[in-house]
T-cell receptor, first 113, second 113 residues
Framework: DGGITQSPKYLFRKEGQNVTLSCEQN?????MYWYRQDPGQGLRLIYY???????QKGDIAEGYSVSREKKESFPLTVTSAQKNPTAFYLC????????????FGPGTRLTVL | AQSVTQLGSHVSVSEGALVLLRCNYS??????LFWYVQYPNQGLQLLLK??????LVKGINGFEAEFKKSETSFHLTKPSAHMSDAAEYFC???????????FGSGTKLNVKP
């Protein structure tokens, strides 16, 4: 079955630690995205990538980093510089950038202890 | 920049009643429009989308939405609510130059027995 997988589903981190969230897709999509979701705020774009080895900052990129070494993979690192990292993180992909339908993974809930 | 407004962060209906979830956008240029549904602790699932053509769009699970350019609206409806419709619904639109995806803040639908 084609789709997007995110791991882990739940992640706990101590303050001051970096943590990496995994996102893999087998839909052969070129574009991939990372969103952050907080209650009552909808989705906010962190980073996006149109093609391999290229990515762009979204609206709230500070304290996050990404890489896109393979078409299928777009991992997100939450660094210690992110002041309020506790949130639900969603990865998405689409055939083309932005205007095409975005398909979402199941999400990772990150809690900072 | 584009903005998306979902009127009512919480909507409650009785089972069998009409569901109406409102979405308005700000752009004067007809964008692409989407409705997604999210169940607790899951990713977003596409319900329906409008790009061009017929302004009444039918989606999955009996939902439909109508694009009204004069009202800059894309309200989501379902004639008869089912308990399984209880979830959070997000409206999304593309930007003026189709270079970005904008999400509303979401509407939580509660279905009473």
């Amino acid at each position: 079955d084609g789709g997007i997988t995110q791991s882990p589903k739940y992640l706990f981190r101590k303050e001051g630690q970096n943590v990496t969230l995994s996102c893999e897709q087998n839909l052969n999509h070129d574009a991939m995205y990372w969103y952050r979701q907080d209650p009552g705020q909808g989705l906010r774009l962190i980073y996006y990538s149109q093609i391999v080895n290229d990515f762009q900052k979204g609206d709230i990129a500070e304290g996050y980093s990404v890489s896109r070494e393979k078409k299928e993979s777009f991992p997100l690192t939450v660094t210690s510089a992110q002041k309020n990292p506790t949130a639900f993180y969603l990865c998405a992909s689409s055939r083309g950038l932005n205007t095409d339908t975005q398909y979402f993974g199941p999400g990772t809930r990150l809690t900072v202890l | 920049a584009q903005s998306v407004t979902q009127l009512g962060s919480h909507v409650s209906v009785s089972e069998g009643a009409l569901v109406l979830l409102r979405c308005n956008y700000s752009s004067s240029v007809p964008p692409y429009l989407f409705w997604y549904v999210q169940y607790p602790n899951q990713g977003l699932q596409l319900l329906l989308k409008y790009t061009t053509g017929a302004t009444l769009v039918k989606g999955i699970n009996g939902f439909e939405a109508e694009f009204k350019k004069s009202e800059t609206s894309f309200h989501l409806t379902k004639p008869s609510a089912h308990m399984s419709d209880a979830a959070e619904y997000f409206c999304a639109v593309t930007g003026n130059n189709f270079n970005k995806f904008y999400f509303g803040s979401g509407t939580k639908l509660n279905v009473k027995p």
